[in-house]
């Protein structure tokens, strides 16, 4: 027998024989190093930040110096304590070329910690990334898979733009290798690589598509993986792979249908991980796309019948599902299934799955929310969650239930929720049920006692809109104020020091309708008395003089204090608590108690005209909004029959003329005092079209009108109208004889816009009166109207009222458009706004111009 029958060979011994005696050499030579575990002990015993400090840096200085060796033995365990010690944040760049040099070993341990220390340690630096790349390249044409599965996962990991076009290639033939570990690795390299260089996708389409036809799940569930991210990057490539649904929905079937399989069995349900990916690879391939749902509205129903739900794992493969029956053109009856699903989870213990299920129900109320409403009883429970999350969630998702059918069982909930809430949600709260009411409320006695709970229940949290809101509300229902300014009386009189804004809103009502209190109707049910002066006056004693009010309380209190004074008979002891404040320490408080006190000298012939009662609010409601109230609560009065509109008040006068209707003339007033730019012609030319639509002009184009003496600048209060006597007599016919009609010129995802239309007799300028109104239930920031005409018109745009819209809140805007030659106005807008941290912008065209409003 000779010695190649015993595998012997003569130059591979050598070398062997060579490098041990060598490393044995080293060994004898070099102290040998701490190891890791000793390490990792010694910096955990230190008792102190110092102490550990000493020990790494003594580390460290060690680890430097055998670096400074060629060829060190010791080389890998050194990189491996290094990369503990950078784990703990310490500086360990000085590694990073002796982690080049253990990738370059032949020996697989010191490849691996020189990869890992290489995704660690390396920067960005040019050299550096060259001297990797080679060796990527050298190591993904190894023939050992492991070598080359550690390639792949440092490629993917540390990619730059550069390194990732120059391996694209060799990553592509490695997608196609027999191997299916190498197959599987190169996928999540391709993944990497396209989240990094979107523009690499073509290379690996081919490759990626016959990945689908594998029989191993993990090659499968990778190829899924980066069909996913190639269709969210690229609609061309959605559409081209949107002919692989029937390939998608036969391997879910195959899972959901397949028998126990040890290899893949995750708590009975077979391979979920897989199920999950492929699900939301459908829900991309779906959305918009009828026909592709269509295709998988089966397969998605069967998954949601047929998946155990005792365990996690299958509760993610519902989520997962209903996420999709939501996001695709799905059949009615299946998202009733998903909403229900989602109603089993609410009655879950998991507190996470409740909380999804919230989450989930919230962002889907909208497409089916006559199947949510089946749940609203286990929404309403998750009020009473301990859990703060899952009762903000269940709040939201209250909300957006109510309707003009369930608002007063809703409103019951929320208004018991409001009381015990805690003080995070209380502003929030009161706003949102104040907002609800005010849509939905079936009659204005239901409406005022609700604002009255929540001013009760919200205390000092209460938002400075409900306190307008509720002013506003008691002002205009004449038929119940005498019933309202009793329940304030009353809710005041039981607590006034710790809810400064039911102090605020209970003043104003009895100052304004003090009077009525006294002889107020007592109801049966209430058992409420009426109080006698001498009660309100010494309740308004003790609110003055208690410490605990707010200055803005008091200077509520004292304005209503001196109203009463006209419609009490006692005005000695009002005069008296009025003149102690003319030496208030606090100036307003001051200012307010001299110039009161002055009603009651030589003035006092004025003061039964100047605190007469204040005439009904009027209110700017939306044209399809629900008017709450009974029919005879109700007061419908024009503009032109308002007693603020016969008022003689010039800057009033001029915003008529400008088409102020309403509550616009008080917006445009409100406006910021700083001089009106007109809107620039930057960024406008998108709204030009083949029709000749000219841009903004950056100066006032618009000349005064004949034989009107206005100067004309801007939207402030501080600008008013310069007009002989003729002038004015011609303004007065104007205001009581014009109609102004209106048109809706944008209606979409919750933002409307209603062009209020005026234009003076006998001259070609029209005035648009632009009103934004905010239907969501968000706040809308950073809003932006533009508008074009076509070139034979010429426009001025004046300020906007504001930028932000509350939820119901609108901005209004005033244009100005003069047409020479009388032709049929058109018009393009812009609008752009931010909601929910989400930036929108759309244009439209405006065609609905009255033909007759040049005639």
């Keep these: 027998m000779n010695a190649s029958e015993h595998g012997f060979n003569p130059a591979f011994n050598m070398a062997t024989i060579k490098q041990v005696v060598n490393e044995a050499i080293e060994r004898v030579r070099m102290p040998t190093p701490m190891r890791l575990r000793d390490l990792i002990r010694q910096i955990r015993a230190a008792r102190t930040a110092a102490e550990e400090r000493s020990v790494v840096n003594k580390e460290c200085a060690y680890i430097r110096s055998t670096f400074r060796e060629e060829d060190s033995v010791w080389r890998c365990r050194n990189i491996a304590k290094l990369l503990y010690i950078h784990m703990l944040g310490y500086p360990a760049h000085f590694g990073q070329l002796e982690c080049l040099k253990l990738i370059a070993s032949s020996r697989f341990t010191d490849k691996r910690i020189g990869y890992l220390g290489a995704m660690l340690l390396l920067d960005e630096r040019q050299d550096v990334h060259l001297l990797i790349t080679n060796s990527l390249k050298n190591d993904l044409n190894s023939t050992t898979q492991f070598v080359v599965g550690l390639a792949l996962c440092t490629l993917g990991a540390i990619a730059s733009p550069e390194m990732a076009r120059d391996l694209a290639g060799e990553v592509e033939r490695l997608m196609k290798s027999p191997n299916g570990y190498i197959r599987k690795k190169a996928a999540l390299c391709a993944f990497r690589i396209i989240k990094r260089v979107p523009e690499l996708m073509e290379i690996f389409l081919p490759a990626t598509r016959s990945l689908l036809s594998e029989k191993n799940h993990g090659v499968l569930i990778t190829g899924v993986t980066l069909i996913t991210e190639m269709c969210e990057n690229s609609p061309d490539t959605l559409n081209h792979f949107k002919k692989i649904v029937p390939n998608l929905v036969r391997i879910l079937k195959n899972l959901i249908l397949a028998g126990y399989s040890p290899e893949h069995d995750v708590s009975g349900v077979s391979d979920p991980f897989l199920q999950v990916k492929i699900l939301k690879l459908l829900r991309v391939l779906g959305i918009n796309d009828v026909d592709a749902s269509e295709a998988m509205n089966d397969i998605l129903a069967q998954v949601a019948t047929n998946t155990e739900t005792s365990k996690n794992v299958g509760n993610t493969i519902l989520y997962e599902t209903v996420l999709s029956i939501m996001d695709i053109k799905s059949e009615g009856g299946l998202r009733v299934l998903a909403v229900n699903i989602l109603g089993r989870f609410l009655l879950n213990n998991d507190k996470n799955i409740r909380y999804v299920a919230l989450n989930t129900l919230l962002r889907t109320v909208h497409v089916d929310t006559s199947a949510v409403q089946r749940h609203r009883s286990t929404i309403l429970e998750c009020l009473k969650d301990p859990d703060v999350s899952i009762r903000r969630r269940a709040m939201e998702l209250s909300f957006a239930l109510v309707n003009t059918q369930n608002i007063r069982t809703m409103m019951k909930e929320l208004l018991t929720f409001l009381e015990k809430s805690d003080p995070e949600f209380k502003a929030h709260c009161s706003s949102s049920i104040v907002l609800s009411a005010e849509r939905y409320a079936p009659n204005k006695r239901w409406h005022l006692d609700t604002l009255l709970k929540v001013l009760v229940a919200a205390g000092n949290y209460v938002r400075d809109d409900v306190i307008s809101s509720t002013i506003q509300l008691i002002s205009e229902s004449t038929n119940q104020q005498a019933y309202v300014t009793l329940q304030l009386y009353r809710a005041l009189s039981e607590d006034y020091l710790n809810r400064q804004p039911l102090t605020q809103v209970a003043v104003w009502a009895i100052g304004e309708y003090g009077d009525l209190l006294l002889q107020a109707a007592i109801e049966d049910e209430q058992n ?328």
Aim: with cysteine.
């Design 528 to 855: 409420v008395t009426p109080p006698t002066e001498d009660e309100v006056i010494d309740l308004y004693q003790k609110l003055l003089w208690s410490p605990q009010n707010t200055a803005t309380s008091k200077q509520y209190t004292l304005m209503s204090l001196t109203k009463l004074s006209t419609r009490f008979s006692n005005t000695n002891k009002i005069q008296q608590i009025i003149s102690s404040f003319c030496s208030s320490l606090h100036v307003e408080l001051q200012q307010r108690g001299v110039e009161f006190s002055q009603l009651f000298g030589k003035y006092s012939n004025l003061r039964p005209a100047l605190l007469e009662r204040m005439p009904p609010m009027e209110v700017v409601r939306q044209p399809d909004s629900q008017i709450n109230g009974d029919v005879n609560d109700v007061e419908t009065k024009s503009a032109e029959e308002s007693p603020q509109h016969l008022m003689n008040n010039e800057s009033n006068a001029l915003l008529d003329l400008l088409g102020g209707d309403n509550g616009l003339d008080i917006d445009i007033i409100a406006s910021s005092t700083q001089p009106s730019q007109p809107v620039a012609n930057t960024n406008n030319q998108d709204l030009l079209d083949l029709l000749g639509l000219d841009p903004l002009p950056t100066t006032p184009s618009i000349e005064p009108s004949n034989n009107m003496g206005l100067i004309i600048e801007n939207n402030n209060s501080n600008l008013l109208p310069i007009m002989n006597n003729q002038n004015s007599n011609f303004l007065t016919g104007i205001l009581s004889e014009r109609e102004v009609p209106s048109i809706t010129a944008y209606n979409k995802e919750g933002l409307k816009i209603v062009f209020s239309l005026d234009r003076i007799p006998d001259s070609n300028q029209l005035t648009i009166n632009v009103a934004a109104i905010n239907q969501t239930l968000s706040h809308m920031t950073d809003f932006l109207f533009q508008a074009a005409v076509p070139r034979t018109f010429q426009i001025q745009m004046l300020s906007p009222s504001g930028t932000s819209m509350a939820p119901n809140g609108q901005v209004t805007q005033v244009l100005r458009v003069i047409n020479p030659s009388k032709n049929v106005l058109r018009m393009r807008i812009k609008i752009s706004y931010v909601i929910d941290g989400n930036p929108v912008e759309d244009q439209a065209e405006v065609n609905n111009f009255p033909t007759d409003i040049w005639d």
